[in-house]
Every structure is written in C-alpha cells, then in structure tokens.
C-alpha cells in the first residue's frame, strides 16, 4: 500500500492557474487517506507565481522552489522529484490541463506490485481530449507518440501526468539524460519500466495563459529519441552509424574518382586510389562516431585492421554480388539487385570484424548498454559524444 506521494508542478508563468489546481488537489487527495505535499518548481517566472505561493502554503502543504539558472520542463520535473521525499513523485501540469481528480486513481494503480509506471492517459479508453484540437496538434501528437512506440507500450507516453515510485527514480537518477520536454518518456526507458498502467483522462486545454513548448522543444524530442534508441538498442545504433558512413564513403569515392580522371590518370589506377581515399575516410569518421569508444593510442594499428576489415567487408561484396549473378535467372537479369544483396553482406561482416575481433581496439570494459555517457577509452581520454549529440 502506496502512503505518500509529492506532486510536483512544474511552472513558468502559471500564476493565475496555482490557486485552481490547489484547490482541486487539496480536495481530491484529502478524501483519501493519502499523505500527500506539492512541489512547485518555478523558473523564476516574472508573474505572481511567488507571492501566489507563499498565499497557499498557508493553507496547503506546498513547497516552492524557484530554479534563477536554469529553464525547462524536464529539468524542473527532476528538481522536484530529487527535492522529494516521499515514497512516489507524481508530475501533474499547473494550468489544469490534466485533472487532480485522477490522482487517487493513478496512485490506486501504482500499488500494485508488478506496476511500475502510471499515465494519467488521453489515448485509453474513456481517455479524451479537448475538442479544439486542430490537426496540426492532433497530427503533431500521433506522430511524436508512433516515434516512442519501440520504447514502450504505453499509448501515451508523451504525457506530462504520470506517477512512480520514489525508490526507482533514485535508482535511475544518475543516468537521465535530459534534453527536450518528454521527461515521461525519459524516465519510463532510464527507470527500466516495463509494467506501465495508464488511467483514462481528459485532457482540458488550458484557461489562463498560453502554452510554453516551443518547436524548438518538439526538434529537441527527435534527439530525445535519438539518445533513447542509442540507449535501448546500443549495437543497433552504432551498426546505423557505420551504415551512414559507408554511405557517406560512396560519394567520396565517386567524387575522387571523377577528379581524378579529370587529372588524366587512367581509370584502374584512378579507381584503385579512389576507393583507398574512400576507404580512409570512412576510417577517420568512424573513429570520430561509430567506434569512439573503442579507438586505440594506436592510431596506424586502428588504420591497418579497419583497411583489413574493409577489403574483407568489399570482397565478400564482390563475391556475393558475382555468385547470385551468375547462379540465379531472378539476379541475372537484375545485377544490380545481386550487388545490393552484396553490398548488405559485406556491410554486415565488415561491421562484425570491426566490431567483435578487436579492430578499434579491444572491446573496453564500458557499460555498454548504460549508453556512451561517462565512457573512457582505453587512453583514459574520455569518449566523445554519439554524433549530433549535444
Ligand atoms: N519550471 C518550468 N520551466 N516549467 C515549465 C517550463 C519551463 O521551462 N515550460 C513549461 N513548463 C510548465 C508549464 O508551466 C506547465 O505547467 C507545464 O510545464 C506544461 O507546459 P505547457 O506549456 O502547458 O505545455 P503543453 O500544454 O504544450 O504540453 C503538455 O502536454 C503535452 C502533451 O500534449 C505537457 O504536459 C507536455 O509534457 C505533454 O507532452
Ligand atoms: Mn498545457
């Protein structure tokens, strides 16, 4: 049985929405036999918010927090929850979007033992919306939430109403991430939970006031994403980012190539010299984002092992490509489809050799599936961030 929980209200500008959600919280949670504090974590908001505050906390047991240095959403939500406590945090939204009559409910919910994430939800049933969403919002939300779907089952993990227990964000605390506003999400794939529960609600549209996330917020929720997947699927990223590069090695090649025949060498030697070009940068930006966590001091033995890799990675290509030609009738008359079922094989075994058999340097003793943040390489020097990160 679930005791006490802290709410905490993130807030910029929400003055004259404080005194509502007060009441309505106050009278939802003191019909239970809940123990039960709010958190406010404000962004020094040039309204009323603090004097509003210091009003209510004469009535009702509310915490202020007032954050000068740092602005945004998911950084307030974990402020309040490190600020915390009691045995669950809960994040409701202070402009009464999301209704404190769930609360009980949600929290009702998260007893259970196996549950270890509560959405207060607008995609269950008997969960709605307001009905002035146009469809840019609506489409907005249907494709952010589509983009989570690998992460977690929930329908509605975009929410900002959302429950869980005290014990598992400490336990989590140290490898949040947070960037954007989707600090949901963040904590349901960093906190590990798989038994997510929502409760149906209706989500208002607010009153007072206007909404703070910027596009600039919903840009930084795909490198959100991006971090989460890296985080989830570590191996599977790092495959798509040698993919990237070996793409990126084709138009290398062709453009060496042409000048290169411009410069009247003949095409064999200008064929061979291009593909060794092409072939050296895509060792340089793998070392820089694919492998960056396993390069060694030893920068010519790097070199060596990842040409190696590669010209085993092209052979097998060529192989494959030429065997399928000349055995099947289906890629005799589609070369070009038996050099794509190549370039796929040689792809994936040039990525295994330099992933398994020590090119880039021995596998490090990283946590590997903790992501690549505070990972050291083998020189001590610290790894350098996934690309576009940061
Ligand atoms: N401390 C702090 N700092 N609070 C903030 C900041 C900030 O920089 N930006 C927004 N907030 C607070 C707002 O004051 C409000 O209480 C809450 O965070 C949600 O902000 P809104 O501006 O109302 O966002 P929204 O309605 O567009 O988005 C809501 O719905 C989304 C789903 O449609 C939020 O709940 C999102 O988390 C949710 O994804
Ligand atoms: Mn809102």
Redo the contacts with the bound molecule.
């Keep these: 049985m679930i005791t006490s929980v802290s709410i905490i ?6 003055a004259e929405n404080l005194p509502h959600l007060m009441e309505r919280i106050a009278a939802s949670l003191n019909a239970t036999e809940l123990k039960w504090s709010v958190i406010v ?3 020094d908001s040039q309204d009323e918010t603090v004097a509003v505050c210091e009003g209510l906390s004469e009535k009702f047991p509310l915490e202020l927090i007032v ?1 000068k240095s740092e ?3 998911s950084t ?1 939500v974990v402020a309040g929850m490190r600020a915390s406590e009691a045995e669950t945090v809960l994040c409701i ?3 009464l ?2 209704p404190p009559e769930a609360i009980p409910a949600m929290i009702e919910t998260l007893s259970a033992e196996e549950c270890d994430f509560v959405i207060g939800s607008r995609y269950v049933a008997g969960g709605t919306t307001d009905d002035e969403w146009g469809i840019f919002r609506w489409l907005n ?1 249907v494709i952010a939430t589509g983009l989570a779907k690998p992460l977690t089952s929930a329908n509605d993990p ?4 959302f429950a869980l227990r005290k014990s598992d964000f400490d336990a989590a605390a140290s490898k949040l991430d947070v960037i954007g ?4 999400l963040e904590l349901i794939v960093k906190c590990d939970c798989r038994e997510v529960r929502e409760v149906p609600i209706h ?1 208002a549209d ?1 009153q007072f006031g ?4 910027s596009l600039k917020e919903q840009l930084n929720y795909l490198r959100h994403l991006k971090k989460l997947y890296t985080y989830r699927w570590p191996e599977v990223a790092r495959f798509i980012r040698f993919g990237m590069v070996g793409s990126s090695g084709v138009i290398v090649n062709m453009v060496a190539l042409s000048l290169l025949i411009q410069l009247s060498v003949t095409p064999p030697l200008a064929m061979a010299i291009a593909i060794w070009i092409a072939m050296s940068s895509n060792f340089f930006l793998n070392r820089e984002f694919t492998f960056q966590d396993r390069t060694t001091a030893n920068f010519v033995s790097d070199y060596v092992r990842f040409c190696l890799a590669s010209l085993t990675g092209a052979a097998l290509n060529w192989s494959v490509a030429t065997f399928l030609w000349s055995t099947f009738s289906l890629f005799e008359n589609a070369p070009t489809l038996a050099g794509l079922v190549g370039i796929a094989a040689g792809l994936f075994v040039n990525f295994t050799l330099c992933r398994r058999f020590g090119f880039f340097g021995k596998k490090q003793a990283v946590q590997e599936s903790a992501g690549q943040k505070n990972n050291e390489t083998a020189a001590g020097t610290p790894a350098s961030s996934p690309i576009g990160s940061r």
Excluded: W
Excluded at 158 to 161: I, L, P, S, V
Excluded at 181 to 184: D, F, N, R, S, V
């Design positions: 209200v993130p807030t910029y500008h929400e974590v404000d962004d954050r602005r945004g959403l307030a939204d202070a402009d979007s999301h939300s975009m929410a900002g109403f506003y989707k600090i949901g989500f607010r206007e909404s703070k996330l």
